[in-house]
C-alpha cells in the first residue's frame, strides 16, 4: 500500500497508479510538449478574477493549462492565512511597523523576494500558528539561522559571544601583535 499515493476520493483511499507508474506518467506528459503549448499570454485567476500575464502564475502540470488556477499573489495571501492566521494587511501592518526591513538585521527585501513570518514554534503543534504567536518578519537568512540555532536564545547568545571573541576582529588583532610579527 506504500506504493500508491492516497486519493481522498477513491474508495479505498488510494489512487489507481503506482508512484513509478505516476512518476513516469508525470514525465512523458511533461517531456511531450503538451502542455508548453496550452500556455497563453494572460490568464483569469480563479480568486481575484483579475487577468494577469502567465508569468504571474506557478506553474502545475496536473491543471490543463499547466498553471496554477491562482495567481501568486492570492497564493500568498491564502498562505498566510491558512499557516498563520495572518490577513495581508496585518503582514503589511508588521512590516510597516518594523521600517520595512527584517525584525533582526537590517535587509530589506527587494523586489523578487519577501520577508518570511517568523513564529515560536513552541506555541502551536504542527506546522499553522494560531496567529498569536507571531514574532515579526525577518529575511531568510536570519529565519535559517534562527531554525538551526533551534530558537534557542542562549545558544544565539553563546554564539553572539563566541563570534565577539573570535570573530575577525579577534583574528586580527592577534596578526597584528609584536610576536606574530616574525621579529
Not at 480568486?47 to 498553471?67: I, M, Q, R, Y
Not at 506546522?127 to 515579526?136: Q, T
Request: hydrophobic share 35%; proline share 3%.
Amino acid at each position: 500500500l506504500g506504493e500508491f499515493y492516497a486519493h481522498g476520493r477513491a474508495k479505498d483511499g488510494l489512487q489507481s497508479w503506482c508512484r513509478s507508474c505516476f512518476a513516469a506518467f508525470r514525465r512523458e506528459r511533461a517531456q511531450s510538449g503538451r502542455i508548453k503549448a496550452i500556455y497563453s499570454e494572460s490568464k483569469v485567476c480563479a480568486d481575484c478574477l483579475v487577468e494577469k500575464p502567465s508569468s504571474d502564475f506557478s506553474k502545475n502540470w496536473a491543471h490543463g493549462t499547466g498553471l496554477q488556477h491562482r495567481c501568486k499573489d492570492c497564493g500568498r495571501v491564502r498562505k498566510l492565512l491558512a499557516k498563520y492566521g495572518l490577513t495581508l494587511e496585518a503582514y503589511e501592518a508588521l512590516l510597516v511597523a518594523q521600517g520595512g526591513a527584517c525584525a533582526i538585521c537590517p535587509a530589506v527585501p527587494d523586489a523578487d523576494s519577501r520577508l518570511q513570518v517568523d513564529h515560536d514554534h513552541a506555541c502551536c503543534e504542527g506546522e499553522h500558528s494560531c496567529g498569536d504567536c507571531v514574532r515579526g518578519l525577518i529575511c531568510g537568512s536570519c529565519n535559517r539561522a534562527l531554525g538551526l540555532m533551534q530558537d534557542d536564545p542562549d545558544r544565539l547568545l553563546a554564539a553572539a559571544i563566541y563570534l565577539s571573541m573570535r570573530g575577525a576582529s579577534a583574528r586580527l588583532v592577534t596578526a597584528l601583535e609584536p610576536s606574530n610579527k616574525g621579529g
